[in-house]
């Protein structure tokens, strides 16, 4: 029997996947009720994951406060009403074997809807984006709070991990990048603390055995954009305050300047390697990595303990099904369509 590094199981205090293979956070911006509840659309789309064999499902970003959204067709989680639709998609995830978690953020200045885009300054984020309010240092402690109370209402929904997201210039991100954080007071003199301060709360609505995840942006492409060091210097706070898995990307925060993101099989694989070696924790590799031999490759070089696969999902809902095949020559598929394999 072929022995494959992609279909190995993986281990981390409580969650146990079957194999090494994540279903990358995408909005599906199919919110047709615009009250941030996932419907049947969400229902399908995950669960037909989990049918696939994907290891470990990451829900969409799902946002803390109605105003915290990309769009108003983008999931929430700040209202107790909405626990039993996730708890519904959880539920029959589980049963195909697949653990799933969910990503949770506040969009700040990338808010395109609100009423009024919050943010750590008042700089918009690009060209097409309002100018956002400032955050006030008792918005800041409100927002913080509402980390919290969405972090236990996932969990009271029966999720298996929690992902902050820390990356691609939503609100996590803004207060850590230097380039849109030009705040003089405590927030803007540590680029991390708003990011801590939402880890530690995020972590006292968890079991002590449940992983926390955080995505973040190890780099950024406009110019004057932060670099590897600036990153790895805040994870370790990061790392300090709770976090026990990096899901690492790049970019997102505003226009590319002179730099530009690779945009190519693997880009990011770097980024993730050197955050390992860097932090001795697990990590995810995200980017490009739809070909089942590049991400057999990325696991088996130690580059990831993971690896998150994102359009290659959206393609195919039996993507972790066809590339343990691609690698191994076989696979574990349904009862219901083993004829086909």
């Known amino acids: 029997m072929t022995v494959t590094h992609l279909n190995t199981p993986f281990t981390i205090k409580n969650l146990e996947l079957k194999n090494r293979i994540v279903m990358a956070p995408m909005c599906q911006y199919s919110v047709e009720a615009k009250d941030g509840t996932p419907n049947d ?16 499902i990451i829900m969409e970003m799902t946002d803390v406060d109605p105003d ?6 983008d999931l929430g989680l700040w209202s107790d009403e909405q626990v039993p639709a996730y708890k519904r998609i959880i539920d029959e ?4 074997g697949s653990k799933i978690g969910i990503q949770i953020a506040h969009a700040g200045r990338k808010a395109e809807d609100a009423v009024t ?7 918009p984020a690009g060209p097409n984006y309002r100018t956002p309010k400032p955050l006030s240092t008792d918005e800041i402690k409100q927002i913080v709070e509402q980390f919290k109370q969405t972090a236990r209402r996932a969990v009271e929904a029966g999720v298996d991990t929690i992902e902050i997201h820390g990356a691609h210039g939503y609100l996590v991100h803004q207060f850590q990048s230097p380039e849109i954080n ?19 709360a995020v972590k006292s609505e968890m079991p002590s055995d449940m992983p926390l995840i955080l995505r973040i942006s190890a780099i950024e492409y406009m110019d ?31 226009p590319s300047g002179t730099r530009k993101p690779g945009n190519y099989p693997g880009y990011q694989v770097p980024f993730a390697r050197a ?24 696991v ?22 066809h590339a343990i095949q691609a690698v191994k020559g076989e696979a574990a598929p349904p009862k219901q369509y083993e004829r086909a394999y």
Do not use: C, N
Request: glycine share 12%.
């Open 68 to 73: 915290g959204r990309i769009t108003d067709h």
């Open 275 to 298: 955050f390992k070696q860097a932090l001795q924790v697990p990590v995810i590799a995200v980017g490009m990595l739809e070909d089942a031999k590049l991400a057999e490759a990325t």
């Open 224 to 254: 004057g954009g932060y670099d590897l060091e600036h990153s790895i210097e805040l994870s370790k706070k990061y790392l300090a305050a709770g976090v026990d898995i990096f899901h690492v990307s790049s970019g997102g925060e505003g």
């Open 182 to 200: 030009k705040r003089d007071d405590e927030y803007g003199q540590d680029y991390a603390k708003f990011g801590v301060e939402v880890i530690q």
């Open 41 to 56: 659309w969400h229902y399908i789309h995950y669960v037909s994951r989990a049918i696939g064999g994907t290891g470990l």
């Open 117 to 123: 885009p919050v943010g750590p300054s008042a700089i």
């Open 93 to 96: 995830v589980h049963k195909y």
């Open 300 to 321: 088996a070089s130690k580059d990831a303990d993971l690896v998150a696969v994102a359009r290659g999902m959206l393609v195919d809902p039996y993507w972790a099904l």
